[in-house]
């Protein structure tokens, strides 16, 4: 689940998937959050289309996993969570990632100034494909510098 992660780090795990075009298997490292003030290399990776990006070695197919992501950079205060747009259908997944106002569910301790900090990431930016989520975030990222050389 995308919004119960407290400690934001960076989580990935290794499954097998099987090719859309020949069914052939292989094992994938499927991201399902970018940590990228804690694990910086990921933003080159993320930025080049090499998360969660399958390529088959057993044919020539080639395509974006679908499976939900979130993008965390906490020094930046951006958020960004990808949710395939098939995951919309799945009612259990939608309780338990978000609230009725769309905000993502977050466990945190009765702290106000530590659900202050985190006021960003609960109102993360959604997105309904992985090329929609790069392209926020490399505008993100470009408002960034924009701003800060004035």
């Known amino acids: ?5 407290v400690h934001r780090m960076s989580s990935h795990e290794l499954l097998e998937v ?7 298997k292989q094992d994938i490292v499927i991201w399902k959050s970018l940590n990228v003030t804690r694990d910086p290399e990921l933003k080159e990776q993320f930025f080049t289309g090499k998360i969660n990006y399958f390529t088959c070695g057993s044919c020539d197919f080639e395509g974006f996993i679908t499976a939900p992501l979130v993008y965390d950079d906490m020094e930046k205060k951006i958020c960004a969570n990808y949710v395939p747009i098939e995951y919309l259908e799945d009612e259990e997944y939608l309780k338990q990632s978000f609230t009725p106002d769309a905000e993502i569910r977050l466990e ?9 900090e985190m006021d960003y990431f609960r109102h993360a930016h959604m997105v309904f494909s992985m090329a929609e989520l790069i392209r926020y975030v490399l505008f993100r990222d470009r408002l960034g510098q924009v701003f800060s050389e004035n």
């Open 108 to 116: 945190l301790p009765d702290d106000t100034a530590r659900i202050a």
């Open 18 to 24: 099987e090719c859309p075009s020949c069914r052939a």
């Open 1 to 5: 689940m995308p919004g119960k992660n």
